[in-house]
C-alpha cells in the first residue's frame, strides 16, 4: 500500500527516531511532475505510473498509479447500491431527476393506518432507449419512513423496469409509481431517491407526514381520510382465490375493481374527469327509528358534495351524495366517490372544496385544495402507473 501511493513502509521496529530521519531525508527535496491522461474513457481501472530519469544510480521513489475515475456505466453492483444508500442519507437533496411526491392516510383500524406512496417523475427526465418497438428504461427506487427520533420504521427498495410503445410518446408522460406502509398514530418523515439507469442521475424528496392519534370513544368527531384527487383511474386484476383479500380490502385505493391513481401535480385538463376519493372511519350509527327498534350496524347517514371557487365565487358544485351504509366493514369505514366531469368548465386555477357531513353525529369537515384546469390538450400526454 505504501509503495502503490507513493511512500515507503518502516516495519518491526520501536524506535521512531530512524524513520522520522529517514523521512526528513528523502524529504528534504523532491520533484513536483504532473500530467494530463490521454485516455478518457471513466472505466475505473488501475493506470500505472513509470518515471525514468537519465541519471545512473538514482533510486525513485513515486507513486506507482491511479485509479481513473468511474462513470455509471462501469460501476460495480455494490458501488451503485452505495451510491443510492449514501443519497438517502444525505441532507442534500438530489437534483438532477425532477421527483415529485405525495402521501396519504386511510384507517385500517384504530391503531393503524394504510399510507400509500406516490412519486412521479417526468418521462423527459428519462433516456429511454429503443428496445425493438417499444422504449424502455429502468429506475430504481429507495426510500425509507423515519419516526420522530430519526429511526427508520419503514423501508422499500425496488427496480422498476418501463417498457412503453414509441407512440405513446413516453417522453411526454409522467411516469408515476407507488408504494405504501402501515403505520400507527404519530409523526413521520419520508424519504425517497429515484435514479434513471442510463446515466445515474437521481432526484430526491423529503416530506412529513402527520398521523392523527384516533379517539375510539369520541362520535363527535369526523375521522376523515386524506383526499385524494384523480384524473384516471386503472382497471384491477381480480383475485385468483376467495381466500385471498380482494383489492378494496387490500388497498383504499381500489374501489369497484378501479384504482384510483392519485393527480399529484393537481392539474387537469376540460377534457378529463376530476375523481374524488375519500373515507370517513367508525362514523356514527344512525339511531333506531320508532318504527324498528333494531338498527342496523352498518347504517350512517354521511353527506357530500364538493364545489370549485374561482374568484371568491362558487361556480360549479356536484349534486349530495349520500351514503346510508359502511361500503368498506371490513375497516369500518365509508368510502365517499365523487365524479367531477370538467368539459364545462373555463381553463384557470379553481379553489375545490370538499363538504363532509356526518348527519347522525353532527361533525362536519370542509378541506380544500387548489386545482389547475387547462384547455383541451390532444398531444399532451397523461400519467401512468408502471406499479
Excluded at 455494490?78 to 444508500?85: A, I, N, T, V
Excluded at 428504461?137 to 430519526?150: F, Y
Amino acid at each position: 500500500l505504501a509503495a502503490d501511493t507513493g511512500g515507503k513502509a518502516f516495519l518491526d521496529s520501536n524506535d521512531f527516531a530512524p524513520a522520522f530521519a529517514q523521512v526528513q531525508r528523502d524529504t528534504s527535496a523532491y520533484y513536483v511532475l504532473g500530467f494530463h491522461s490521454t485516455n478518457p474513457r471513466r472505466d475505473g481501472r488501475f493506470r500505472r505510473l513509470t518515471v525514468r530519469v537519465n541519471r545512473p544510480g538514482v533510486k525513485l521513489d513515486y507513486r506507482r498509479g491511479y485509479y481513473a475515475p468511474a462513470d455509471f456505466a462501469h460501476a460495480s453492483k455494490d458501488d451503485r447500491e452505495r451510491q443510492l444508500e449514501e443519497q438517502l442519507a444525505s441532507d442534500l437533496p438530489a437534483t438532477d431527476v425532477a421527483l415529485y411526491l405525495d402521501a396519504y392516510f386511510f384507517h385500517l383500524d384504530a391503531h393503524r393506518y394504510f399510507v400509500p406512496v406516490s412519486l412521479i417523475v417526468p418521462g423527459a427526465q428519462i433516456p429511454f432507449v429503443k428496445g425493438g418497438d417499444r422504449e424502455k428504461a429502468t429506475l430504481d427506487v429507495i426510500g425509507e419512513v423515519l419516526d420522530q427520533a430519526k429511526h427508520p420504521v419503514g423501508q422499500v427498495r425496488e427496480t422498476v423496469k418501463l417498457a412503453l410503445d414509441a407512440a405513446d410518446q413516453p417522453t411526454r408522460k409522467n411516469i408515476q409509481y407507488t408504494t405504501s406502509f402501515t403505520l400507527p398514530p404519530g409523526d413521520y418523515t419520508l424519504r425517497f431517491v429515484v435514479r434513471e439507469n442510463q446515466s445515474g442521475r437521481m432526484g430526491s424528496f423529503e416530506t412529513p407526514i402527520h398521523l392523527p392519534p384516533v379517539a375510539e370513544k369520541d362520535k363527535t368527531q369526523l375521522k376523515l381520510s386524506s383526499v385524494v384527487i384523480a384524473a384516471h383511474r386503472a382497471p384491477v386484476a381480480a383475485q385468483r382465490s376467495r381466500k385471498e383479500p380482494t383489492p378494496e380490502q387490500a388497498d383504499p385505493l381500489v374501489h369497484d375493481g378501479e384504482r384510483y391513481i392519485p393527480n399529484i401535480t393537481h392539474v387537469f385538463t376540460t377534457a378529463q374527469h376530476l375523481y374524488v376519493l375519500c373515507e370517513v372511519f367508525d362514523p356514527a350509527r344512525e339511531k333506531p327509528t320508532e318504527s324498528s327498534q333494531k338498527t342496523d350496524k352498518h347504517a350512517v347517514r354521511l353527506i357530500a358534495s364538493m364545489e370549485l371557487i374561482q374568484g371568491g365565487a362558487k361556480v360549479y358544485e356536484t349534486p349530495p351524495v349520500v351514503a346510508t351504509a359502511l361500503n368498506t366493514p371490513q375497516r369500518d369505514a365509508a368510502a365517499i366517490l365523487l365524479d367531477l366531469p370538467l368539459d364545462s368548465l373555463k381553463p384557470g386555477e379553481y379553489i375545490a372544496q370538499l363538504n363532509v357531513i356526518d348527519d347522525a353525529a353532527g361533525s362536519f369537515a370542509f378541506p380544500r385544495f387548489a386545482v389547475l384546469v387547462r384547455g383541451p390538450q390532444p398531444d399532451a400526454a397523461s400519467g401512468t402507473a408502471p406499479k
